[in-house]
C-alpha cells in the first residue's frame, strides 16, 4: 500500500494504525514522491490527500489513469461539498474518506476496494472458487461486459470507475428491482455507512451524468427512503 499525506500527524497515526491492521504500508510526504513510488513499485492500492503542494492527489490520480493503471484509489479530502467529491471520482478515484475521518471507515473502504480487485496488501486469503460470470448482461439498453470491464448505452461506451462500473453492474442485473441503501452498501463496498452518508447519492448522481442523454429516458430512479432501481420508463 502507499500512503500519501502532508500532514506529519496524520501520516504517522495512520502508517501505525494500517501497520498495525497488518497492511504493508510506504507513506510518502507529497504527490511527486507518491508517483515516483508508484512507478518504481507499483502498490496494490493507494490512499492520496487530496490537498498536497505542488502535485496534489488529483493529480496523481489523473496522471495515473492516462497511463492505464487501474490500481485502486481511495481518497482522504477535506473538502466536503458534492462538487468537490465528485473532482475526485472524475479524476479515477474509486472511493473516498472525508476529514476528520474514523480510521475503523479507512480500514473498511480499503478491504472492500481490495475485495473487489483481489488485490493483497495484507495477509494472502485463500482463494474462493467462483463461477465463471456470463459474457454479457444486458438492461434497459444498457450492455455490460463484467469480464473486460465495459459498458455501453447503446453504442456509445461509457466510462466508468470501478465502483461505477460495479454500482451499474449491480442495478442492471436487478433491473426493475427496488435495491434499498444498505444492501448496496453491502453489495459495493462491504460496509453500511448508516443513513447519514451521502457516498452512494454522489456515486448515483455522478453515474447518471454519464448515462443520461438528451432526449432519452432516464435509467436510475430514486424511490425516496428506500433506494434506487434500474428501469426504463
Not at 510506504?26 to 502498490?43: F, I, K, Q, S, Y
Not at 467529491?85 to 480500514?107: S, T
Not at 461506451?157 to 433491473?175: D, G, I, M, P, S
Not at 443520461?212 to 428506500?226: F, K
Amino acid at each position: 500500500m502507499l500512503l500519501a499525506e502532508d500532514d506529519r500527524a496524520i501520516r504517522n497515526a495512520l502508517e501505525r494504525a494500517l501497520a498495525l491492521e497488518g497492511y504493508r504500508v510506504t507513506a510518502v510526504a507529497d504527490g511527486v514522491e507518491a508517483l515516483a513510488h508508484a512507478h518504481r513499485n507499483p502498490p496494490d492500492v493507494l490512499v492520496l490527500d487530496v490537498m498536497m503542494p505542488g502535485i496534489d492527489g488529483l493529480q496523481v490520480c489523473r496522471v495515473l489513469r492516462a497511463e492505464g493503471d487501474r490500481t485502486p484509489v481511495l481518497m482522504l479530502t477535506a473538502l466536503v461539498e458534492t462538487a468537490d467529491r465528485i473532482a475526485g471520482l472524475d479524476a479515477g478515484a474509486d472511493d473516498y474518506v472525508v476529514k476528520p475521518f474514523d480510521v475503523e471507515e479507512v480500514f473498511a473502504r480499503l478491504r472492500a476496494l481490495l475485495r473487489r480487485t483481489g488485490a493483497d496488501a495484507v495477509a494472502p486469503v485463500p482463494d474462493v472458487p467462483r463461477p465463471t460470470p456470463e459474457r454479457h448482461v444486458e438492461a434497459a439498453g444498457l450492455r455490460m461486459d463484467p469480464q473486460a470491464r465495459r459498458a455501453w448505452r447503446g453504442e456509445r461506451e461509457l466510462e466508468l470507475t470501478r465502483t461505477e462500473f460495479e454500482l451499474l453492474e449491480l442495478l442492471v442485473r436487478n433491473a426493475g428491482i427496488v435495491l434499498d441503501h444498505s444492501t448496496i452498501y453491502d453489495r459495493i463496498w462491504g460496509y453500511d455507512f448508516g443513513p447519514g452518508s451521502k457516498n452512494l447519492a454522489v456515486y448515483v448522481g455522478y453515474l447518471r451524468r454519464k448515462l443520461d442523454e438528451p432526449g432519452a429516458p432516464q435509467l436510475i430512479h430514486t424511490v425516496r427512503g428506500v433506494g434506487y432501481v434500474l428501469r426504463e420508463d
